[in-house]
């Protein structure tokens, strides 16, 4: 099990550009979800998903757009980045019961010039 | 909307001796889950334990147990015998039944074990 699994790890970008964040879980989980971490911060939850083709908007939803077409994947595009932006960004899957805890991938840390 | 708050944003304890971490939360939901997680300097997050809160026995996980007071919502980890490896940022977390695919963190403390 490679278990959450997140590319790239680094990425710079300059204001205006677009990219995606790959996220994928091999552990058939129905959930995942998309966390901003800022410097001192805790993790804010952006964009968030309870299955193939369902997606929902967390606290901080702006900038960023999601799709579910498999359970295993949930990419997070970066429409026209900010710096604003800059961040380390976290993606988590958990099974569809509250009390199952969420595993996080290892994060990009991503900057905006 | 769930809240979430650590009022402790670092924390300091010496090798052996005994810490707690203080987690408030605010919610409407009856039946939901509380969980804390650490992060290390590597950046990974690893759950240390979780508490359901229909239960009353306070949850326990070898060095780590939590003081859960659903009256007060209030969810404090106390870690014993701490250990240098124990360093790390942690995170309060709240999951509600209704909308299990959405968690709620506090902003973290950040502990530092000192030999």
């Known amino acids: 099990n490679a278990g959450v699994t997140q590319t790239p790890k680094f990425q710079v970008l300059k204001t205006g550009q677009s990219m995606t964040l790959q996220c994928a879980q091999d552990?058939?989980?129905?959930?995942m979800s998309w966390y901003r971490q800022d410097p001192g911060m805790g993790l804010r939850l952006i964009h968030y998903?309870?299955?193939?083709?369902?997606?929902d908007q967390g606290e901080v939803p702006n900038g960023y757009n999601v799709s579910r077409s498999t359970t295993e994947d949930f990419p997070l595009r970066l429409l026209s980045a900010a710096p604003s932006q800059t961040s380390v960004y976290f993606c988590?899957?958990?099974?569809?019961?509250?009390?199952?805890?969420?595993?996080f991938g290892p994060g990009t840390r991503l900057t905006v010039t | 909307a769930q809240t979430v708050t650590q009022s402790q944003p670092e924390m300091s304890v010496q090798e052996a001796e005994t810490v707690t971490l203080s987690c408030t939360y605010d919610?409407?939901?009856?039946?939901?889950?509380l969980f804390w997680y650490k992060q290390p300097p590597s950046r990974q997050m690893i759950l240390v334990i979780r508490?359901?809160?229909?239960?009353?026995q306070n949850a326990t996980e070898n060095r780590f147990s939590v003081n859960f007071q659903k009256a007060a919502k209030s969810f404090s980890l106390k870690i014993s015998d701490s250990q240098l490896g124990d360093t790390a940022m942690y995170f309060c977390a709240f999951t509600g039944n209704t909308n299990a695919g959405k968690s709620t963190f506090g902003d973290g403390t950040t502990l530092t074990v000192k030999p």
């Open positions: 552990m058939n989980h129905e959930y």
């Open positions: 988590a899957s958990s099974y569809s019961r509250p009390a199952y805890e969420q595993y």
């Open positions: 919610t409407s939901e009856s039946n939901y889950y």
């Open positions: 998903s309870v299955g193939a083709g369902i997606t």
């Open positions: 508490q359901e809160a229909y239960k009353q």
